[in-house]
């Protein structure tokens, strides 16, 4: 096998799109080399932010091959047939006939003839290249040809030969070199061993592995951590972003100033991650006035110059950020509410004034409902914080701050509550708005998240804005799989039906239908949370119902999937199948004990009665949910002998008539008891 290798030099590829770049021209060039049938081996694609580089080992021949190719009926017209032949340069000798769905086609029959590798590879790389797909490409100068970047070089070395390929497309012809980081080394660079490529652009400050650049960075914020005494908090994001920015990637350090030290901890990190992309640090937890940043450049008086520009760019953002800090303290966060009237949420839906008020209607509701509840899970005061933290909640998209760094939303209503003496929950709760129901760990935040997420899906609902097929525009499944989490996760027990409901009666015009329609949706979600979490097939369609307790749901799910994968569990189960076959549409339970003349009839009575005196017993005494229901479950599972008895022992559609139907209102009792325990509402 000979050594081959390719190389593309584009404009700065994204970092978000190197990648999957890589994987998928690594994916097309082996669909390409298969078609030609050209023997590979050794496959390798490698980005870096200004290069597309692909490796391999190739045959030097390729395989001979035969293709078919589909012609027109044997029962065609002879004109249609000598069409076919001449524009397949043909003759009939070259085609055979072939069945196809009962009718009869002729098929060209092409010979590819072995061929020297040189002379097919221009056509393989021309396919790959154009088969890439990006989020987002791009045209230049007046070709039609699209890429993400304009594409400036290629370079092309099979078994140490330079290949000169003529892509007409592009308007670029391969040439016989390369060039180094274009700064550090610009000149042009011959390369005659693939083999040795790797080396020879690492001398020319290129590194084209992204893990071997990765390491790098690594390597030199672990420098920078133990040089300054700081710490770096692991941020594998941020890692793989900047490895994708530099061909030779070199970490260095810039100093905060001391006034700008005073902003809260995520107003620093902002500017410097986001849209910087800069290391932040810290010193015993604290914010530390450092931060690190990867240049791709080595300059001669040790990156001086690149600190001084990088902390004069980062210093003119964090100028503003300390400007907007002040400003927005001048003013009450509460007095803000006002100002949500100038910003529009939705045109059918008003402001997010309106929508304030709508969550906090949503709240009130939510705590009357648990405390409905036998438990504690709210306290005397949980109310009024709810309440108070909802109110703020959206008030500081109206701040300077905010408006400058969106992404700040919520974590600076947070700092201003905290400063102007909000209660520390209700501040708290405003900061946590906006994470991931995973990520929530708070009681109070739980209960806004809740009611923010159980309102934005009841309005879009209400004004017709329901997620259709693959497009969710507003991220409602997201909102569901949340409200789910929450309840999964802070186990608060109350009637999510009711609180829809609240929801839809603080819009202008309700249709019932509403509530049904969001609780469905809802539960559609709940199936595929269950399913992902590993819950049976037959448990999930069981437990989801249609009414209205999700905790019950998860509880009863995972209770009964547990029980159903023990041996008395599955006896259990196919014994109630057999039992629901037999019943049909019976539904009938008042047995009379003496029409029961058979032993085994007698004997399953007696089992039921044991077994109605078991959950009776059990719905009293102690024990969580958990623990009640196994107990009701294993009692089930006891009635299984004296059932399949019943089975093998008695005729249930006995030629008397009342006999028949006492029978079978008999195991319609049973059945009863057992659904009672195996399925639930939601």
């Known amino acids: 096998m000979s050594n081959f290798l390719l190389e593309l030099t584009v404009e700065e590829i994204p970092s978000r799109m190197q990648a999957a770049a890589a994987s998928e021209f690594e ?25 597309i580089v692909a490796t391999a080992e190739l045959d030097s021949v390729t395989e001979e091959f035969f293709e078919e190719k589909k012609g027109p009926q044997i029962t065609a017209p002879a004109e249609v047939k000598e069409k076919f032949l001449k524009a397949n340069c ?5 085609c055979r006939e072939k069945e196809v ?21 221009g056509e393989a790389i021309k396919n790959a290249v154009g088969r890439i797909q990006w989020k987002k490409s791009m045209r230049w100068g007046t070709r039609r040809f699209s890429f993400v970047r304009p594409l400036r070089h290629i370079m092309i070395i099979f078994n140490g030969v330079p290949l000169k390929i003529n892509f ?42 992204r893990e071997e650049r990765k390491r790098i960075i690594l390597d030199g914020i672990k420098k920078y951590e133990t040089l300054l005494g700081v710490s770096v908090e692991a941020d594998e994001k941020l890692t793989e972003e ?23 901890e ?59 800090f002040e400003t927005d303290l001048k003013k009450p966060l509460e007095s803000r509410a006002e100002e949500l009237k100038k910003i529009a949420f939705n045109e059918k839906l008003g402001s997010v004034f309106d929508r304030v008020g709508r969550v906090t209607a949503v709240c009130k509701c939510l705590c009357e409902e648990l405390k409905k509840t036998a438990g504690d899970f709210i306290g005397e005061n949980t109310e009024r914080l709810l309440k108070r933290a909802a109110f703020l909640a959206k008030c500081d998209l109206s701040c300077g701050m905010v408006g400058e760094f969106a992404e700040l939303q919520g974590v600076m209503g947070g700092h201003y509550a905290r400063i102007q003496g909000e209660d520390p929950e209700v501040c708290d709760a405003v900061s946590d708005q906006y994470l991931p129901a995973d990520e929530i760990t708070r009681k109070l935040s739980a209960l806004l998240s809740l009611a923010d997420k159980i309102e934005i899906i009841t309005s879009f609902f209400a004004v017709g804005k329901e997620p259709t097929g693959s497009k969710d525009p507003f991220a409602l499944r997201r909102a569901a799989i949340g409200i789910l989490k929450i309840i999964k996760n802070f186990e608060p027990e109350f009637n999510l039906k009711n609180v829809i409901r609240t929801a839809l009666e603080q819009l202008p015009s309700t249709n019932p239908n509403v509530v049904e329609r969001v609780c469905d949706f809802i539960a559609d979600r709940l199936r595929v949370l269950l399913k992902e979490s590993g819950i049976g097939h ?27 994968r023990t041996e008395s569990g599955e006896k259990l189960l196919s014994a109630h199948r057999r039992l629901k076959n037999i019943i049909m549409s019976n539904r009938e339970t008042v047995t009379d004990e003496k029409l029961a003349v ?14 109605e005196q078991t959950f009776s017993e059990t719905e009293k005494g102690p024990g969580t949910f958990a623990e009640k229901l196994t107990r009701q479950l294993s009692a089930c599972a006891k009635t299984e002998k004296s059932l399949i008895n019943f089975f093998d022992k008695v005729l249930v559609n006995a030629e008397d008539e009342k006999i028949r139907q006492n029978r079978l209102n008999i195991l319609t009792r049973l059945s009863r008891i057992f659904d009672s325990v195996t399925s639930t509402e939601f």
């Open 242 to 264: 900047t490895a994708g920015l530099a061909e030779y990637p070199t970490v260095l350090s810039g100093r905060i100033p001391d006034k700008f030290m005073k902003l809260p």
């Open 27 to 51: 994916r097309l060039m082996a669909e390409e080399f298969a078609r030609l049938h050209i023997g590979c081996g050794n496959l390798r694609c490698r980005v870096s932010p200004r290069r």
């Open 168 to 209: 007409e497309e592009i308007g670029l012809e391969s040439r016989a070199f390369t060039f180094g980081h274009r700064f550090l080394a610009p000149g042009k660079i011959f390369i005659t061993d693939p083999e040795k490529y790797s080396e020879i652009m690492r001398k020319a400050f290129v590194i084209i592995d």
């Open 598 to 611: 058979a032993e085994e009839e007698i004997a399953l009575l007696r089992s039921i009665e044991e077994l």
């Open 101 to 121: 769905g009962g009718k009869v086609f002729l098929f060209l029959v092409i010979r590819h003839p072995a061929r020297n590798v040189a002379e097919a590879i």
């Open 90 to 94: 043909a003759s009939p000798a070259d």
């Open 266 to 324: 995520e107003v620093l990190a902002a500017p410097m991650k986001v849209h910087q992309r800069y290391f932040s640090t810290k010193i015993d937890g604290k914010p530390a006035p450092r931060f690190l940043f990867v240049a791709d450049n080595i300059a001669a008086d040790g990156g001086k110059m690149i600190v001084a520009g990088n902390e004069r760019v980062l210093n003119a953002r964090l100028a503003d950020a300390l400007f907007f």
């Open 538 to 564: 037959e448990v999930v369609n069981s437990v989801v119902n249609d009414e209205n307790s999700v905790l019950t749901i998860f509880r009863k799910a995972v209770t009964l999937d547990t029980f159903f």
